[in-house]
């Protein structure tokens, strides 16, 4: 929306605004006891996963930076920078990552994808950090 402003018309950009926010809320929603969100976001049986939180709690911090989202959100994005900050090892490796997720038959497929460290998975934690490092006193 931001690399769009002044390209698009009220009603597109309303459609994309308030379908973002409803994605967001829903996400709030399910974000688990410790801060991060499932693999399969509607299961609590699955694991909680470290890239894709990564990545959830960067674009709530980027919505909020950009005035898309009000800051009533930083709580939920401070309870996942810290649980990904335990994430990281001694000497920097982000752990608890998916490793490639191929398309499964089932649902239960995404649930024994092996953890390990990845190249996207360090990415995603990358970006998260950069844009917790726009935001003040996000992290004690």
């Known amino acids: 929306l931001a690399m769009m402003e002044g390209q698009l018309d009220d009603g597109t950009y309303n459609?994309?605004?308030?379908?973002?926010?409803?994605?967001?809320?829903?996400?709030v929603e399910l974000q688990a006891q410790d801060g991060l969100w499932h693999t399969l976001l509607d299961d609590e049986d699955s694991y909680t996963e470290v890239?894709?939180?990564s990545s959830i709690a960067a674009g709530i911090l980027k919505g909020i930076r950009y005035g898309f989202l009000d800051e009533?959100?930083?709580d939920v994005c401070r309870r996942a920078v810290d649980s990904i900050l335990k994430e990281v090892d001694n000497d920097g490796t982000v752990l608890n990552v998916?490793?490639?997720?191929?398309?499964?038959?089932?649902?239960?497929?995404?649930?024994?994808i092996i953890i390990a460290p990845t190249?996207?998975?360090?990415?995603?934690?990358?970006?998260?950090?950069?844009?917790?490092?726009?935001?003040?006193?996000?992290?004690?």
């Open 15 to 27: 459609t994309i605004l308030n379908t973002y926010k409803t994605q967001v809320d829903t996400l």
């Open 51 to 53: 890239s894709g939180s």
């Open 72 to 74: 009533t959100y930083l």
């Open 98 to 112: 998916s490793a490639g997720t191929a398309i499964g038959a089932a649902k239960e497929d995404y649930k024994n």
């Open 119 to 140: 190249a996207y998975g360090q990415a995603l934690a990358i970006v998260l950090f950069s844009e917790v490092l726009q935001h003040d006193n996000l992290v004690a």
